[in-house]
């Protein structure tokens, strides 16, 4: 039963019949009202004493974009609440929307939670996981020259490419089927006055107060939940003060062009030479336009997306390092992409834009998003950070979860300590991202640096994220503390092997030769058993509190056996010394005070084995014990680069070595690399540069 009981009634508003009424006939679109008019209509109203409409119900929610139609549809699936969702502006949207990308939560949450399974794959395209690309020596001309990093096989979670406004359109449809369902749309002079915390019994409700404009009349009542999910509108957090800054200093420019844009196809090759390319072997057959595909460069990616008789297209950049001027229109930016991946202009420059749309800034943040005096914030009018790795679907998809528990939870106790817990879950999902997008953005410029960053990320979210909300176990108060500590503890390796991997990024530019010409290195990130372990979490379901803790440990101890790696193997290749990988070497890594710095690396690799230093013998290295890895290291040989034979270093200080120190471990590689590989094929040290002499 609805709190309200016959209170919540469902008078339906002019706008409620309307939107019905655009579902049915197929009408477009519901031509908005000024808001002087309304003004002018309600004082009609007022002079004629026409009562307002009353409207009692359980939640409002401000604003229908995807947060709040998806938020609508889960209170409507899993509990009797009366929803009333208002929304400035006529819906669903005519002008394309941005975000089309889910991933295993958002695509998850789409389908499974929201029941949308039927809708999203007759309607949108499955998605083909993420691809990142980069030039190779070749220059980028045509697909085939691209490094690529890749997962081959399908995820056994679905995810799609979604069309926004069709999927909204949908949402829209659904819930409005709903008796418990009432819109406004358009609605102008919103007014929501929200009261404090209930006190006392549970039933006696402290509820706050609305009014708005809607078809010429206005609506007045109450409302026990009010949440905001009015996008970049930010009703409650413009107006309670919660606005704060986020570190992500992006931009970003994107365009939707006629018809499929077949990346494959961008090329001088006919259609029987792509189709038995030797490398497909190592590639497979499903095609790579269904990707979210990145290509990518220092500080920047490109992406496209294909919709069905459309193909979305945006550039992500850090402003710092992309010129926002040469970006900043559609046209201007396609060009620019043209100019850094020439295949592109096998094509794109030919396209109809059918839309476009960009901003100078994106990321968002607020101090709080969810309260014990029931109010609560999702999707953009709260947080989002940055579309790479598509994290807009998942926030939306934890905090609705969050939020829809919340305004389940009666007891104003029981609320108040779910809200405390809620919160810091809802801000470890944000910030975990942080270091990625704020702190080692330019790493995008590098397969090797990009591959691990990514294999790291992508295990996180697979057991940290994924996992846990597969099992409903965000909203599990016997879990959450727990995840939290777990989550804690895996915080300051995360920043640190971010800012880790952001300097050697810095060094391999000062340090190494560029990508030396020959056939492109195509990866499988699944060549990481950390990553498989991770993705075998998909198949851990229906696990209590108590069942998924110990899963976590594992994975915890699993992140921090990748985490070893990376750094070890980051070691070796800055060193040039095999020992990097060795089981003294790596039980020695401290990763909460994880710094790069050559000289240190070079330091403590010298005390192994018997003081041998870098010129490592068959004698010394043979002593050295290897590392049990859970991968092949021999995996990251395509990966080697030759170092500059004249060193211009970065300065001292910070954090990539002094020229002298770089010209001491620069001097090393010729004898180095031979001296590794014969010494470790002797010892069965895992090395660079002997694994590099296995692959074909
Ligand atoms: C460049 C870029 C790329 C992205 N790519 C992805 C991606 O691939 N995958 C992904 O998951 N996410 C992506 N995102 C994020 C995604 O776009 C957002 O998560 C999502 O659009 C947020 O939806 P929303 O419902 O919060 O906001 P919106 O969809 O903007 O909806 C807000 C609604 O509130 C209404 N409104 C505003 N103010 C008021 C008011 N005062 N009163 C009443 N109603 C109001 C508006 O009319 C609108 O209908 C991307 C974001 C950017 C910037």
Redesign the pocket.
């Known amino acids: 039963m609805s709190e309200l009981g016959e209170g919540g009634n469902r008078e339906r508003g002019l706008s409620g019949r309307a939107a019905e009424r655009f579902h049915a006939e197929g009408i477009e679109g519901i031509e908005g009202i000024e808001g002087i008019q309304a003004s002018e209509a309600v004082e009609r109203d007022l002079a004629e004493g026409v009562e307002p409409i009353r409207k009692d119900v359980d939640v409002l929610i401000?604003?229908?974009?995807?947060?709040?139609l998806a938020l609508a549809r889960q209170l409507l699936l899993r509990s009797d609440k009366q929803v009333l969702l208002?929304?400035?502006?006529a819906?669903p949207?005519t002008k394309q929307?941005?975000?089309?990308?889910?991933v295993q939560m958002?695509g998850y949450y789409y389908a499974r939670v929201l029941e949308m399974e039927e809708h999203l794959l007759c309607e949108h395209y499955m998605k083909y996981n993420l691809r990142f690309y980069w030039k190779h020596s070749a220059g980028g001309e045509r697909y085939e020259d691209l490094d690529q990093s890749y997962i081959r096989n399908l995820s056994n979670i679905v995810t799609y490419q979604l069309d926004r406004n069709v999927f909204e359109a949908e949402l829209l449809r659904v819930n409005l089927e709903s008796p418990r369902f009432e819109l406004y749309a358009p609605?102008t002079e919103?007014e929501v006055e929200l009261t404090g915390p209930a006190a006392g019994d549970a039933r006696d409700l402290a509820r706050h107060r609305f009014r708005f404009v809607s078809s010429e009349r206005e609506v007045a009542g109450t409302a026990a939940w009010v949440v905001d999910?009015?996008?970049?509108?930010r009703?409650l957090a413009r107006r309670q003060g919660l606005i704060t800054q986020s570190p992500i200093r992006h931009g970003?420019t994107?365009c939707w062009v006629e018809g499929l844009v077949d990346i494959e196809r961008l090329t001088d090759l006919d259609a029987p030479e792509v189709r038995k390319r030797r490398d497909r072997s190592a590639l497979g057959h499903v095609p790579a336009f269904l990707a979210t595909n990145h290509f990518c460069g220092e500080g920047y990616w490109f992406w496209t997306i294909p919709l069905h008789g459309k193909t979305s297209l945006?550039l992500?950049y850090d402003r710092s390092l992309v010129p926002r001027e040469e970006v900043a229109t559609p046209a201007a930016m396609i060009d620019w992409v043209c100019r850094q991946y020439p295949m592109f202009a096998r094509d794109l420059p030919r396209r109809r834009i059918v839309d476009w749309s960009g901003?100078k800034d994106?990321a968002l943040d607020s101090s709080q998003t969810l309260s014990a005096a029931r109010w609560a914030m999702c999707?953009?009018?709260c947080r989002?950070s940055d579309?790479l790795y598509?994290p807009?679907?998942d926030?939306?998809s934890v905090y609705n979860t969050l939020i829809t528990d919340a305004i389940l939870t009666a007891d104003p106790v029981q609320l108040a300590s779910k809200v405390r817990l809620y919160e810091q879950v809802a801000r470890a999902v944000y910030d975990s991202y942080l270091p990625s997008f704020a702190v080692s953005y330019a790493t995008l410029g590098d397969q090797e640096t990009f591959t691990l960053r990514y294999v790291w990320e992508l295990t996180v979210y697979f057991s940290f994220f994924v996992f846990p909300f597969i099992n409903d176990l965000f909203t599990d108060r016997q879990f959450v503390p727990s995840f939290l500590r777990h989550f804690a503890r895996l915080g300051p390796t995360n920043r640190n092997l971010h800012a880790f991997l952001a300097a050697y990024f810095e060094w391999k530019k000062a340090w190494l030769e560029p990508v030396a010409a020959g056939p492109p290195r195509h990866f499988d990130f699944y060549q990481f058993a950390h990553l498989r372990a991770a993705a075998e979490c998909f198949y851990q379901v229906g696990l209590s509190a108590e069942e998924a803790r110990p899963v976590l440990a594992e994975q915890l101890e699993n992140l921090e056996d990748l985490a070893r790696f990376i750094v070890a193997h980051v070691s070796a290749a800055v060193t040039g010394d095999p020992r990097a990988l060795s089981r003294e070497f790596v039980e020695g890594i401290d990763l909460r005070r994880l710094v790069f710095d050559p000289a240190a690396m070079t330091a403590r690799i010298a005390g192994i084995s018997s003081g041998a230093g870098n010129g490592a013998n068959a004698a010394n290295t043979a002593k050295i014990a290897p590392y049990p890895w859970r991968l092949q290291p021999a995996s990251m040989a395509p990966f080697r680069q030759a170092r500059r034979a004249a060193q211009e270093g970065p300065e001292a200080g910070d954090g990539a070595g002094t020229p002298e120190q770089g010209a001491e471990t620069a001097a090393l590689p010729a004898a180095t690399a031979a001296d590794a590989a014969a010494t470790a094929a002797e010892a069965k040290v895992p090395t660079l540069a002997a694994a590099g002499a296995e692959q074909p």
């Open positions: 401000i604003g229908g974009g995807l947060a709040g208002v929304d400035r502006r819906l949207p929307k941005v975000g089309e990308a889910t958002s609605a919103l999910a009015s996008g970049r509108g009703y970003a994107w945006g992500v901003f994106f999707g953009e009018a989002f579309p598509s807009g679907g926030l939306i």
